[in-house]
Nanobody, 123 residues
Framework: QVQLVESGGGLVQSGGSLRLSCESS????????MAWYRQAPGNQRTQVAS???????NYLVSVKGRFSISRDNAKNTVFLQMNSLKPEDTAVYYC?????????????????WGQGTQVTVSS
């Protein structure tokens, strides 16, 4: 199975920046999609950003222009650069990997999760 370990969370003031890292035990070139999710207390876990094997990216509308996802294949690491942070960005951030397998007529998807890293943005 795939192990994902996040790091880089912390406490920052509104308007500040953080860079989160997610290191995978598996070659991330073998994982179809890498993504970052976040979950605040009482809320659903929501995808913040994703990046594919082909480097296509998607962002939650509310973070677009402020957050940037990237990958370093040599380090098996995915990053989330977070700029202009707002208090509403406060959450536990989780790394996610999706692995698609099986024949084209019936494919399955495994998901792997890290343990999360806390991001707190003070006003």
């Amino acid at each position: 199975q795939v192990q994902l370990v996040e790091s880089g969370g912390g406490l920052v003031q509104s308007g500040g920046s953080l860079r989160l890292s997610c290191e995978s035990s598996k070659d991330i070139r073998r994982l179809n999609v890498m993504a970052w999710y976040r979950q605040a207390p009482g809320n659903q876990r929501t995808q913040v950003a994703s990046i594919t094997q082909g480097y296509n990216t998607n962002y939650l509308v509310s973070v677009k222009g402020r957050f940037s996802i990237s990958r370093d294949n040599a380090k098996n690491t995915v990053f989330l650069q977070m700029n202009s942070l707002k208090p509403e960005d406060t959450a536990v951030y989780y790394c996610n990997a999706r692995e698609v397998y099986g024949p084209v007529e019936r494919q399955y998807e495994n998901e792997y999760w890290g343990q999360g890293t806390q991001v707190t943005v003070s006003s």
